[in-house]
C-alpha cells in the first residue's frame, strides 16, 4: 500500500477546519517570552521544521498573497527541497532581510536566541544525527552529499536580547513546543502523518503537492546527482521555470 501523502484538497480542508487551532496556536505564541532582536535574518539560513498547525498558519498567510507573489514564493519552496541536500540557500520565507510571514512563523524561529547555549547544542546534537542517519541513506543510493552543507548549523546567537533567559525560558520554551504538538494533534491523525511522512518540512509538503510525491523525490535524486557532477544547477532552474501552479494550489 502506498504511503497516505496529501492531496490539495486535503490541505484545503485543513484550512477550513484548523482555524480553532491556529488561533491558540497565536494564543500560545503571544504569551512566549518577548526578545529585542531587530530582525536581522542571519538565523533564517533554514527552514525549521514545523508541527502541522504552524504549517496550516503558514499557509493560510500565503493565501493572502497575489498569485503571482504565492507562485514565486511556492516554486522557492520547491527549490529549496529539491537542493538543500546541495546548498544552503536559506529559508524560502525570507525576503531579504524580512520575512514575509513573520507574524506567523514558527515556533522554531520564534525560540531561535531564547534558548540556553546549553540546550541549543543539546538540540544541535539531535539535528546532526537525525542528518548523519540521512547522510547515510543517501550513501547507500551511491550519491556522497557534500559535508559542508550536511554539518552546516546556524550558529547559537547571542545578539537576541530575550526578556528573561536561562534554566527558565528553556522550560518554558519546551512546555511552549509541547503544547504546540498537542494542539496539532487536535487536527487528528494528520498530524502524525505530517510528522512521520514529511518529516515536519513544510517545503516536502509543498513540493509533493505540485509535483506529486514520487516525482518530487525522483526530480530531487536526479537534481542532486546531476549538481554534484556537473556544478549546474541550469536544469534546476529550466524545471522551475516551467511550473506551473496546478489549479487546486489556487488556495
Ligand atoms: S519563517 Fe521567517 S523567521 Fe522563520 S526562518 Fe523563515 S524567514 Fe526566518
Same mark, same amino acid.
Given at each position: 500500500?502506498?504511503?497516505?501523502?496529501?492531496?490539495?484538497?486535503?490541505?484545503?480542508?485543513?484550512?477550513? #477546519?484548523?482555524?480553532?487551532?491556529?488561533?491558540?496556536?497565536?494564543?500560545?505564541?503571544?504569551?512566549?517570552?518577548?526578545?529585542?532582536?531587530? +530582525?536581522?535574518?542571519?538565523?533564517?539560513?533554514?527552514?525549521?521544521?514545523?508541527?502541522?498547525?504552524?504549517?496550516?498558519?503558514?499557509?493560510?498567510?500565503?493565501?493572502?498573497?497575489?498569485?503571482?507573489?504565492?507562485?514565486? @514564493?511556492?516554486?522557492?519552496?520547491?527549490?529549496?527541497?529539491?537542493?538543500?541536500?546541495?546548498?544552503?540557500?536559506?529559508?524560502? !520565507?525570507l525576503a531579504g532581510a524580512d520575512c514575509l510571514i513573520y507574524a506567523d512563523r514558527f515556533f522554531g524561529c520564534r525560540a531561535y536566541g531564547l534558548w540556553s547555549p546549553e540546550e541549543y547544542e543539546r538540540r544541535a546534537?539531535?539535528?546532526?544525527?537525525?542528518?548523519?542517519?540521512?547522510?547515510?541513506?543517501?550513501?547507500?543510493?551511491?550519491? #556522497? @552529499?557534500?559535508?559542508?552543507?550536511?554539518?552546516?548549523?546556524?550558529?547559537?546567537?547571542?545578539?537576541?536580547?530575550?526578556?528573561?533567559?536561562?534554566?527558565?525560558?528553556?522550560?518554558?520554551?519546551?512546555?511552549?513546543?509541547?503544547?504546540?504538538?498537542?494542539?496539532?494533534?487536535?487536527?487528528?491523525?494528520?498530524?502524525? +502523518? !505530517?510528522?512521520?511522512?514529511?518529516?515536519?518540512?513544510?517545503?516536502?509538503?509543498?513540493?509533493?503537492?505540485?509535483?506529486?510525491?514520487?516525482?518530487?523525490?525522483? @526530480?530531487?535524486?536526479?537534481?542532486?546527482?546531476?549538481?554534484?557532477?556537473?556544478?549546474?544547477?541550469?536544469?534546476?532552474?529550466?524545471?522551475?521555470?516551467?511550473?506551473? @501552479?496546478?489549479?487546486?494550489?489556487?488556495?
Open positions: 500500500m502506498s504511503p497516505d501523502f496529501f492531496t490539495w484538497p486535503e490541505i484545503q480542508a485543513l484550512l477550513a #477546519r484548523s482555524l480553532p487551532q491556529r488561533q491558540a496556536l497565536q494564543r500560545l505564541y503571544a504569551r512566549l517570552p518577548t526578545t529585542r532582536c531587530r +530582525r536581522r535574518a542571519h538565523c533564517c539560513a533554514l527552514l525549521p521544521e514545523a508541527s502541522l498547525v504552524e504549517v496550516l498558519a503558514a499557509l493560510a498567510a500565503i493565501q493572502e498573497f497575489p498569485s503571482e507573489r504565492r507562485l514565486d @514564493l511556492l516554486k522557492k519552496a520547491i527549490r529549496y527541497f529539491l537542493v538543500n541536500p546541495l546548498e544552503i540557500t536559506s529559508c524560502p !520565507f546534537g539531535a539535528n546532526r544525527q537525525a542528518k548523519s542517519q540521512m547522510r547515510e541513506q543517501w550513501l547507500r543510493l551511491g550519491v #556522497r @552529499l557534500p559535508t559542508a552543507v550536511f554539518d552546516f548549523q546556524v550558529p547559537y546567537c547571542r545578539k537576541v536580547e530575550p526578556d528573561g533567559a536561562g534554566p527558565e525560558a528553556d522550560r518554558e520554551l519546551i512546555a511552549a513546543e509541547e503544547a504546540i504538538e498537542k494542539i496539532a494533534d487536535y487536527l487528528g491523525p494528520e498530524a502524525d +502523518r !505530517f510528522r512521520n511522512l514529511y518529516f515536519s518540512d513544510l517545503s516536502f509538503l509543498l513540493a509533493g503537492l505540485l509535483l506529486g510525491v514520487p516525482e518530487a523525490l525522483r @526530480l530531487k535524486f536526479t537534481l542532486v546527482q546531476e549538481g554534484l557532477r556537473t556544478g549546474s544547477r541550469k536544469r534546476l532552474d529550466e524545471t522551475l521555470l516551467g511550473l506551473e @501552479l496546478p489549479d487546486a494550489a489556487q488556495v
